[in-house]
């Protein structure tokens, strides 16, 4: 008898991923799906800490995407070897720092190497063909395939009719009558297709959840770099690019100040890591000094942060100043004016 073929899907939590491990499930294909966690697409990691969108529900999309399918999803922590990523894209960066073609020709080798490793016969992204400006190009597609390695073994379900045929079609492992021609960035036809088969409340298509995307993360990520004078990071500084309020008001220090209650408490895991500042006689946020600091620095750190404190009108605001080693002394400040902050200090 023909053995079952097995094919691992790579599953972001999009609305595409989830499709294109549908078509291939439904031509009686075994699908195992795979994450890759960089630690830039920590999904639900400000929403559960902040009050704002608090009636949406909390999940983990590529987790839901494999429960909806009925699948095992594996997880891979490639943190350390994606900073190279991160740091060098051979094929430069998107509008912000986002190296995406970088990103899915690694992701795609990493993917075939999981499957020489686990015995599986192909590869199933959800990528459309003209969907993204750097990575999902008829021109990028074909590098994708050759610089990972997986050459033909990649199938792309949803754009299949519009690329050459692959392997596992050639084979006859999976029907291309069966598979799609999309093109083009509208997602009319995946919705529709959603609805077809039943998936509802499925992560919206348009959006990602890779913060190198964002402007803003991005200019600060850079801002991080610039300070430190190299290109690197660790996960804590990820998450903490994602929190508070970052204001630089010298070069050689910046303030993280929390914006509201959830994210006071988020920053206070870190008071062993960093100085640290609250108000004492009004009540104010969290903040943390990132940086080598001296008397003065603080001092105008603690204004700042009293700024955003009820006490922001006050002549004086007692704030207390808190070393890693968990030492404390408090210190009397006068809350700085609007216009006494500059633009430029706002990351």
């Not at 402007?215 to 500084?237: F, I, N, V």
């Amino acid at each position: 008898m023909t053995r079952q073929r097995k094919a691992v899907a790579l599953i972001s939590g999009g609305l595409d991923s989830l499709l294109a491990a549908k078509l291939i499930q439904q031509q009686g294909i075994h699908v195992a799906g795979i994450n890759f966690f960089t630690g830039f697409c920590v999904e639900g990691h400000t929403h559960a800490i902040r009050k704002k969108g608090q009636e949406k529900p909390k999940r983990n999309n590529a987790l839901w995407v494999a429960e909806q399918l009925g699948i095992k999803l594996n997880i891979v922590d490639i943190i350390e070897e994606y900073k190279q990523v991160v740091f060098n894209p051979r094929y430069g960066y998107g509008a912000n720092l986002n190296p995406c073609l970088d990103c899915k020709i690694f992701m795609v080798m990493k993917a075939h190497e999981w499957c020489k490793q686990n015995d599986f016969d192909f590869i199933i992204t959800g990528e459309v063909v003209g969907q993204r400006p750097m990575s999902q190009r008829k021109d990028t597609m074909p590098l994708v395939c050759k610089r990972s390695g997986a050459d033909d073994l990649l199938l792309r379900p949803l754009s299949a009719r519009n690329l050459p045929p692959t392997l596992p079609e050639r084979e006859g492992w999976v029907d291309r009558e069966k598979l799609l021609g999309l093109s083009g960035r509208g997602r009319k036809p995946q919705i529709a297709l959603a609805k077809q088969f039943g998936f509802d409340e499925f992560a919206q298509p348009a959006g990602g959840c890779c913060f190198l995307t964002d402007a803003q993360y991005s200019s600060k990520l850079a801002d991080l770099w610039q300070a430190r004078g190299s290109k690197q990071y660790e996960l804590d500084d990820i998450m903490l690019l994602k929190v508070g309020r970052h204001l630089r008001p010298k070069a050689h220090f910046k303030v993280i100040i929390a914006r509201e209650e959830g994210e006071g408490n988020f920053l206070r895991g870190y008071r062993k890591q960093y100085l640290s500042i609250d108000s004492l006689s009004h009540a104010g946020p969290f903040a943390l000094i990132d940086g080598n600091v001296n008397d003065q620095d603080i001092e105008l750190a603690a204004s700042l942060v009293a700024r955003y404190s009820k006490g922001r009108d006050a002549a004086e605001v007692e704030m207390e100043i808190q070393t890693p080693a968990g030492t404390g002394y408090a210190i009397k400040v006068q809350p700085l004016k609007p216009a006494a902050i500059p633009e430029q200090w706002l990351l």
